[in-house]
């Protein structure tokens, strides 16, 4: 088995070994077939088995459930409230509003779920907080906190001194705290996930790769355990959709997200007051974004590190992080100490889309195939909102969901390669010299500062 994020390896902990993984029936045939089962595919599975008991539901994992994106984020409970102006230009004014408002409703009803179900995942709705993080971020959450007050839909609150000390960091020097944001053990929830589907009766099948398709009525699937059959399918494969799938080759950039975990430093923690599980989260582009867990550790990720060529999903994502260098720098910036242990680091492929947010939809060849992807690194709310979306798609149930703005739309390209590669990496190295240099309180090169533009919607919030 490959090098397991610090998440996973704790969730398999934790579960009673088991000897064999069921194999896909020989003429295996079902109503709806799932590849992926993370997030995504498995909120999509419960979904249809609540809305439609009686609908046979396959998943098929190449993996273990979770072992990708999933299974390995940051754990931060996080909404799309603070990226309300893109939304708008993305979706319109109506269904921006409807999604932000749900993405917040969605934390709590994740948090709920845990609870019926009795997953036991650190499942903590302790809030948010976005902070600047330094003098040139103060001020650049502005626009998003103005276009939620003027429509109403502001949740967020200027942070007083108390809840500035409750970041843990002097260095954040201002911030917002909304109550809707917390945080979870990723890969708990993910694995948790999975008993209820199975509860429901879904079907999943670990070890079973999809390798192509044909057909309609039914869809015959290949797979690496053999063939089924279904009478639609859903693609939730995230990072992997541009290579299962050509047509997606340009919607998405795979980018490393970067994590580090310290031991147990209750000490630390007190002293800090991060004795709450809010993640704080700072207004650079590519964030960095801090939380606790309840056994007192602190984990701390970093995105827009490493660019995957041609978005292949390659093996340096299964290592630990080739930038703890740069983990180092952010919990020095935060913490004032050289004094902070990493027990373990680790990393992931995020699927970054132009717009920033993700992409549902069904083939336009007009089968009963369907996808849903280009999460953009917030993606543990959201794939609660992509559950509801593709099961309203795949059942035809709900049209608020598959009216929402994020179905059938047309999806932006980034450039082909090796454009795209050495684009990514030119504006990467001008963010982070722009950073570095804003971090000493000083002013970057105009150049610098220029191709930091050209990063989009690179990050978690919509900043001027
Ligand atoms: C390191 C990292 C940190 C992140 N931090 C955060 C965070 O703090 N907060 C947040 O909101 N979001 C975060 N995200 C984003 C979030 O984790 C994802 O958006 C979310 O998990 C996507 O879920 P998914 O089910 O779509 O994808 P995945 O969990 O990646 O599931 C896709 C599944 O498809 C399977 N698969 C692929 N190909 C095949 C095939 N051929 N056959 C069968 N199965 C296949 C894979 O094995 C995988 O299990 C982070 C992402 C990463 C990588």
Known sequence: ??????????????????????????????????????????WTAIQIKQQQPTKNVTIIEQDLCGQG????????????????????????????????????????????????????????????????????QQGLLQPSMHSLTLHNANNWQVCDKQQLLETGSAANLSGYYSPHGGSIQPA?????????????????????????HSGQEPINIDTTQGQLNAQSMIFAVNAWLPSLQKQFAKKVVLVSSDMAITPP???????????????????RIFVNYYRTTSDHRLMLGKGGNYFSFANKVSAKFDEPSRYSDLLQYSLRHFFQTD?????????????????????FGQFNDGSPVYYGSGYSGNGIVQ??????????????????????????????????????????????????????????????????????????????VDIK
């Open 339 to 359: 004094d902070v242990p990493i027990e373990r680091t680790w990393t992931g492929p995020s699927d970054r889309s132009v717009s920033g947010f993700p992409f």
């Open 265 to 283: 430093l209750p000490e630390l923690l007190k002293r800090r007051k991060l004795t709450h599980g809010a993640p704080v989260i700072d207004s």
């Open 188 to 212: 708990k929830l993910v694995r948790g996930l999975k008993k209820v589907a199975e509860k429901l009766q879904v079907t999943i099948i670990e070890q079973c790769a999809y390798k192509t």
């Open 69 to 136: 994106a999933s299974g390995r984020n940051g754990g931060a409970m996080l909404t799309w409230s603070t990226k309300l102006p893109s939304l708008i230009k993305l979706v319109g004014l109506e269904n921006a509003l409807f999604l932000a408002k749900e993405s917040e409703q969605a934390v709590h009803s994740i948090k709920q779920f845990t609870k019926e179900h009795a997953i036991d995942c650190d499942c903590r709705v302790d809030g948010c907080f976005y902070t600047a993080s330094n003098l040139a």
């Open 1 to 42: 088995m490959s090098y397991q994020p610090f998440w996973f390896d704790k969730a398999l902990d934790e579960e009673e070994a088991t000897a064999l993984l069921p194999k896909l029936p020989p003429n295996h045939h079902t109503d709806i077939c799932i590849i992926g089962g993370g997030f995504t595919g498995l």
């Open 383 to 460: 794939s609660y909102l992509g559950g509801k979306i593709l099961a309203s798609l795949v059942l035809g149930s709900d049209p608020q969901w598959s009216k929402c703005g994020l179905v059938n739309t047309p999806i932006a390209n980034f450039p082909s390669e090796p454009f795209r590669s050495i684009g990514a990496y030119t504006i990467r190295n001008a963010i982070r010299r722009k950073e570095r240099t804003e971090d000493r309180n000083q002013q970057p090169y105009k150049l610098d500062i220029m191709l930091a533009k050209l990063s989009g919607s690179a990050a978690k």
